[in-house]
């Protein structure tokens, strides 16, 4: 993947249940929705399970320009989306 957004609650500094990740090929996407779908996470005792889903915004370009402008970029280093120097450089 090149890109990641994992939505950080700045109170609580903990994720809010949901990620953007836009994956190199549909290979990659397929292989995590198999991996994560219906997944729980047991080492936190919680009782959600995970789905995967498509996002409404699709490719790494796309996403920059969605979030360029969005109250996150403006927050700390680590509430920023990520991506990859490859990417960073294009």
Request: charged share 20%.
């Amino acid at each position: 993947f090149d890109f990641l957004y994992l939505p950080i609650d700045t109170k609580t500094d903990k994720n809010v249940g949901y990620a953007f990740i836009n994956f190199l090929s549909p290979i990659e996407a397929d292989r995590c929705a198999e991996v994560f779908s219906n997944y729980r996470w047991s080492k936190h005792q919680s009782r959600k399970i995970a789905q995967v889903s498509p996002a409404h915004v699709q490719g790494l370009q796309n996403l920059l320009a969605h979030f360029e402008k969005k109250k996150v970029m403006g927050n700390v280093a680590k509430c920023r989306p990520w991506m990859s120097l490859a990417a960073q450089d294009s």
